[in-house]
């Protein structure tokens, strides 16, 4: 059987674009966390969290803190946001 693992991408093999890609994280449980630990893993010069939505009030509100951006419970205004892509868990 192969083995079909990739390395993990670290800001330090990827191209940096001209300005962070700003992100909206749609989904904050058991799989939000893996997301937002591996765009961390980006580096600021490659990705920003602009915004963190879930339904569960209190999870959007200690993520939007720890990362220091908006958090939503309804997308409509992120969606509205031309600088946030999508990044779905």
């Known amino acids: 059987m192969s083995n079909l ?3 993990i ?4 093999n ?5 300005k962070p890609v700003g992100v ?7 799989a939000g966390k893996f997301h937002i630990e591996a765009l961390g893993r ?4 490659v990705v920003k969290i602009l915004y963190v939505v879930d339904v ?14 908006i958090g939503l419970t309804d ?8 600088e946030a892509i999508p990044y779905h868990s």
């Open 5 to 7: 693992s990739a390395p």
């Open 9 to 12: 991408p670290t800001e330090a």
């Open 14 to 18: 990827i191209p940096i674009p001209p």
């Open 24 to 30: 909206c994280l749609v989904g904050l449980g058991r």
């Open 42 to 45: 980006l580096g600021p010069r």
């Open 56 to 69: 569960k009030e209190e999870l959007v509100e200690k993520r939007a803190k720890e990362l220091g951006c």
């Open 75 to 82: 997308m409509k205004e992120a969606m509205a946001d031309p």
